[in-house]
């Protein structure tokens, strides 16, 4: 079969896997109801048909909800939605639509991601294990595999560029080289690393546990006691960025996931050590200095539990 047409019935339903994203379980339906066009659902979603992670219109969900027989709520948290209780836009108002609010770039600038990356990056084990995208691997903060303690990867290993990502297909979509088998550092052994990557996997409701952040934020006396997890991951990322400020070099959103994680590492060993230089201000998300505020504002600034002012960032601005 061709493209879609809607009020079609599928032969063959599927159930996401725990974190799949959106666009890889339609593509797993794709596949199981013998349609050829990789952009089959073209007639259904009118917009961002190859990205619906981002999908935010009601009459899109009311057509998902037929099309999978999933509801509206187990539909949303396939999306990025998923992470709006933690991040917030920087300026502007979103689009109607849907109670939560995307967390990536001010809408309709889709292109220009705050939050997450271009493309998903991967843990070359989980994908052997299962060819399916998870939601989390959008997310820069997110840059190793808390199962199997490995960084994340986003390019390939035969073509160079980046991984595209494929659910169900064993290789590149571009190269086809087999991603199973691409080679990633580990972070055995590593406990600043290991703990940091499994914190925001817990922070952004991707892991369960008791977050490392507990032992140190309630602890009496510690001027993070009580820190709410939005402000965690804004302060601890705006910290990050601030690790490769001045060197000339792109955003940190911008830079290789190997670069980031180590700026998130440095970040969460300051967080713990609880001796701050700089302050971030929670009105406006930029680092406040002795001349006045500096430095853009870290991923979601302005978010509306950011009533507190951080002041966790030991290095230079």
Known sequence: MGAYEPGVTLLNRLRPARLESLGSLLERLRVANHYQER???????RRHPEWPEVLRRERDFQALEELTGLGREELIGLTLHRFAPWYGV???????????VLPIALWPDIGSQRNTR??????PVCWGERPVILLPWWLHQLTACPWHLRLLRQRCAGCAAPLRLVAGQAGC????AEIAAMATRTIVGEADAVEVSVLLWQATG???GTSPVEGVTRAAGHSRRGLGTPAL?????????????GDGGPRLQRREIGV?????VAAWQQLREGAPQGQVDAGTGH???AGGLSSPAPLGAGHPDRAVRLSWCKASR
């Open 39 to 45: 952009r089959w659902l073209g007639g259904l979603l």
């Open 90 to 100: 920087a300026q502007g108002a979103p689009r109607p639509a849907l109670p939560a």
């Open 118 to 123: 271009e493309g998903a990056a991967v843990c």
């Open 173 to 176: 979509g571009q190269c086809g």
């Open 206 to 208: 991707c892991l369960e």
């Open 233 to 245: 991951l804004t302060g601890l990322w705006g910290c990050a960025q601030a690790q490769v400020a």
């Open 260 to 264: 980031v994680h180590a700026a998130l």
């Open 287 to 289: 680092r406040k200095g």
